[in-house]
């Protein structure tokens, strides 16, 4: 992690929800490790958004009133943070703008993007569709979607870190920031390679894949997984490292084998045993059914 990003804020999406208040307090956990501060932010749709035919629109007192209601969510999960992390800074933030698009920006200046699991309010609908793989194809940085934990708490802090790996430039960042994350909890990881699936960026291994010496496949897989995990090793070695090579859909495998783990970590997009890791089923699968914390890694991070 280069020393600028390293200096820059943890952005959470803030609506009123219970989600919400639950990604505050993981988020606030991150933020005090990391020594960074932490910026709450909410979005409070304006009149352009609710313009009408013919140019009209909910009267002035309407968008004051939402204004009024995004202070109070600010402050009531300022509030929880400060309760857990005294001496933490936190930053409150209410725009007036489109919630998506505020949340996109915001990254631009964060080091991690941190969203619920379910949305009320000014981020409602926030993780429903194509709107939470918009996100997480297109935030400026990691962003972590919190799920596995239903009440108004932050997720439990045992289990694994569990790391999706594939051949590609992103499939290293994600690597390096599940390294990161497993150290910094004091942790094991799990690498997990899958090569069941066809990879679009390498038609010649189609044939072996479905024709070839399934040993000699799988030996050549692990070897794949060995030389990406190679030099992590030695760069965190309080960092215990399960290696799992499987012949499944990655979707699949890693939400079974996160089912105990406390973060997930995964390219947005790869090559190899995760192929279109958010195109289809396969992001719904993992945005939706996520048993834990789920971290999503952009091309574009240079962590």
């Known amino acids: 992690m280069s020393d600028i990003i390293a200096r820059q804020p943890i952005v959470v999406g803030i609506d009123g929800s219970g989600s919400a208040r639950q ?30 035919g013919g140019g009209s629109h909910p009267p002035q007192v309407f968008f004051d009133a939402l204004k009024t209601e995004g202070r109070r969510q600010l402050t009531e999960a300022q509030l929880a943070v400060r309760q857990a ?19 996109i920006e915001a990254s631009g200046t964060a080091q991690l993007l941190v969203l619920g699991s379910r ?20 935030g400026r940085c990691p962003v972590a979607v919190i799920r596995g934990h239903h009440k108004e708490e932050a ?3 045992s289990g694994s870190v ?18 990161e994350e497993a150290s910094a ?41 060995a030389e990406r995990l190679a030099g992590w090793q030695e760069k965190y070695p309080e960092v215990s490292v399960r290696r799992l090579v499987t ?14 783990a406390q973060l997930m970590v995964v390219g947005s997009r790869g090559r190899g045993g995760f192929a279109g890791m958010l195109q289809g089923s ?12 789920l971290i999503v890694v952009r091309p574009t991070a240079t962590h």
Request: hydrophobic share 50%.
């Open 119 to 138: 949305g009320l309010g000014g981020f409602s609908g926030i993780l429903v569709g194509s709107t939470a793989v918009s996100l997480a194809a297109h």
């Open 282 to 293: 396969t992001s719904q699968a993992l945005i939706y059914h996520a048993p834990c914390p």
């Open 23 to 52: 990604a505050a307090l993981w988020a606030a956990d991150v933020a005090a490790h990391r020594r960074v501060p932490l910026r709450l932010v909410h979005a409070a749709v304006g009149a352009a958004a609710l313009t009408y």
């Open 247 to 260: 012949r499944d859909r990655p979707a699949r495998c890693l939400v079974d084998l996160a089912a105990d």
């Open 185 to 225: 909890r004091g942790t094991d990881l799990l690498a997990v390679h899958t090569w069941a699936e066809f990879d679009s960026d390498n038609a010649l291994s189609l044939a072996d894949r479905f024709f070839g010496d399934i040993e000699a496949i799988e030996t050549r897989e692990k070897e794949l997984l």
């Open 162 to 179: 569990v790391v999706g790996v594939d051949g590609s430039a992103v499939g290293e960042s994600a690597i390096m920031l599940a390294f």
């Open 155 to 157: 997720p439990p802090s």
């Open 85 to 103: 992390h005294p001496t933490l800074v936190v930053e409150v933030d209410l725009l007036v703008a489109d919630p998506v698009r505020t949340l």
